[in-house]
């Protein structure tokens, strides 16, 4: 987490959806849906850190191969 004042972001990421399973990884344009709610939040000029909250092992970790060097928790 960031020592400067600022806005922290929580983008939710179930992984059960029952209509559409998995479409937090489904791409659009070319990017997994939830790397671009992440990637909107990182490059908000009031947004200092970025929570992502999920029920899913694999989304951590395809979370942090994506943002390993980037404040996402």
């Given at each position: 987490?960031?020592?400067?004042?600022?806005?922290?972001?929580?983008?939710?990421?179930?992984?059960?959806?029952?209509?559409?399973?998995?479409?937090?990884?489904?791409?659009?344009?070319?990017?997994?849906?939830?790397?671009?709610?992440?990637?909107?939040?990182?490059?908000?000029?009031?947004?200092?850190?970025?929570?992502?909250?999920?029920?899913?092992?694999?989304?951590?970790?395809?979370?942090?191969?994506?943002?390993?060097?980037k404040?996402?928790?």
């Amino acid at each position: 987490m960031s020592d400067k004042q600022g806005v922290t972001a929580v983008v939710p990421a179930r992984a059960g959806s029952k209509r559409l399973p998995n479409k937090n990884m489904a791409k659009f344009l070319g990017r997994e849906l939830l790397f671009r709610a992440v990637d909107c939040a990182l490059e908000s000029e009031l947004i200092t850190d970025c929570i992502v909250s999920t029920d899913s092992d694999g989304y951590l970790r395809k979370l942090n191969e994506e943002y390993h060097e980037k404040p996402v928790t």
